[in-house]
């Protein structure tokens, strides 16, 4: 089944971080059916439909079997981070050098994980719209008190990315830079699958 595309987000690129290797959870997160589609494929779906291009999965932990589990007609890059093992910052370093070599040109980058199963595309266009409106080069998320994925950088901040090392990941960017942010509600964005409770819970909303 292919997804249409339905939004505009003009040099707007995607990176889904889909390299962990779900430890606590037990199994592998990234294939966990959720309303007829895996976690990943859900995610996958709603930022083509938001328009997003290019679309970059990170894989690592698994990477043969997730990346198979990827409809043949997404168009999106898989990305195998050979280096998952050193943490988060290692995916987003791969994925904005991917980005730039698929799209020279591109303006801004919007950074998402397979875990968060209310993601939209309507969020993901509610993120460009909020950059275009504000002129702010971060916008982020909020729920829980706290802000986070999915982010929006602009091209001002991809040497910052670029630059993160270990765990920290890009909410090290956010604290650093909050001058430069503005944010976007998400309050089920607190809901993310770490542990088999997380997902009974999720299956039994």
């Known amino acids: 089944m292919s997804v249409q595309q339905t939004g505009n987000m003009n040099n707007t690129g995607m990176i889904i971080l889909a390299a962990g290797e779900s430890s606590r959870l037990g199994n592998i997160k990234q294939l966990l059916p959720f309303n007829g589609r895996t976690l990943l494929q859900h995610v996958i779906d709603e930022a083509t439909k938001a328009g997003a291009?290019?679309?970059?999965?990170?894989?690592?932990?698994?990477?043969?079997?997730?990346?198979a589990s990827i409809n043949d007609d997404s168009k999106v890059n898989i990305l195998v981070n050979e280096n998952w093992q050193?943490?988060?910052?290692?995916?987003?370093?791969?994925g904005v050098q991917e980005m730039l070599s698929l799209n020279n040109t591109i303006k801004k980058i919007i950074i998402t994980v397979c875990d968060q199963p209310f993601v939209t595309s309507a969020l993901f266009e509610q993120l460009d719209q909020m950059q275009n409106k504000s002129?702010?080069?971060?916008?982020a998320c909020t729920y829980a008190g706290t802000v986070g994925t999915p982010a929006l950088f602009s091209i001002e901040f991809f040497n910052q990315l670029l630059s993160l090392k270990?765990?920290?990941?890009?909410?090290?960017?956010l604290k650093n830079n909050i001058n430069d942010v503005a944010t976007v509600d998400f309050p089920k964005g607190e809901i993310d699958i770490d542990t088999q409770k997380d997902y009974q819970n999720l299956m039994n909303t």
């Open 135 to 139: 002129g702010k080069p971060i916008i």
């Open 86 to 94: 050193k943490g988060i910052s290692s995916g987003i370093v791969a």
């Open 53 to 67: 291009q290019p679309i970059v999965v990170i894989t690592g932990a698994n990477a043969t079997r997730v990346s």
């Open 166 to 173: 270990g765990d920290e990941g890009a909410k090290k960017i």
